[in-house]
């Protein structure tokens, strides 16, 4: 089974990417969603603990916990080091049972797949990407951002350029969403006889 990797920064597109790569049958699990889910469960009392009054009927308010951390930043290393664990336990569960099922590949979309070093633990990745003025045009209405809120969100992470160094592949979404979707097509044409080794050598 081959193994991708699905990262860019916000507002990019990796969100029409993934949906697309879905909708031609190749399973997706999104590192963000299943970060949702653990602030409603097995993460809100240990985030908590960590960080008092962040949570409420226990669910973590993520506006509570995000003032927390901008008021102190090296809370994020504690939150990654209680959440990071249980995305990957999540994400071994995800690509074992694929690969029972004879999944030909399967893609885990994260965010901060190269800060995290998760990079090694695929066998290529694709990193969306777009202008920064498209970037921003798509970000600026979304609920609760702001250019501060922003500005703090991409500090946290690799610059644009650095991840498309690094990438196998680039998806550039500036186009049509036509325009996008033939690209992941010929992307996933050009990998649909590799075999991979990454689920073998990291996750079985």
Request: overall charge neutral.
């Amino acid at each position: 089974m081959l193994v991708i990797g699905l990262t860019g920064s916000i507002g990019m597109g990796k969100t029409t990417v993934a949906e697309h790569l879905q909708a031609q049958g190749i399973p997706v699990l999104n590192a963000d969603q299943e970060v949702h889910k653990l602030y409603a469960g097995a993460a809100a009392p240990l985030i908590e603990k960590a960080f008092p009054g962040s949570t409420e009927n226990d669910v973590v308010d993520r506006q509570k916990l995000s003032r927390q951390l901008l008021e102190n930043p090296s809370g994020f290393k504690v939150l990654e080091n209680i959440v990071h664990p249980m995305v990957r336990a999540i994400e071994r569960d995800f690509l074992k049972s694929h690969a029972q099922q004879g999944t030909l590949m399967a893609v885990l979309e994260i965010p901060l797949l190269f800060e995290t070093g998760g990079d090694d633990l695929v066998d290529l990745t694709i990193v969306v990407s777009a202008s920064e003025e498209i970037q921003r045009a798509r970000v600026k209405d979304r609920p609760g951002m702001s250019d501060q809120k922003l500005y703090e969100i991409l500090s946290r992470q690799m610059p644009d350029r650095e991840k498309k160094e690094r990438a196998h592949f680039v998806v550039d979404t500036c186009g049509t969403i036509d325009q996008t979707r033939a690209k992941i097509d010929k992307i996933v044409a050009s990998i649909s006889a590799n075999q991979g080794n990454a689920f073998q050598r990291h996750w079985k």
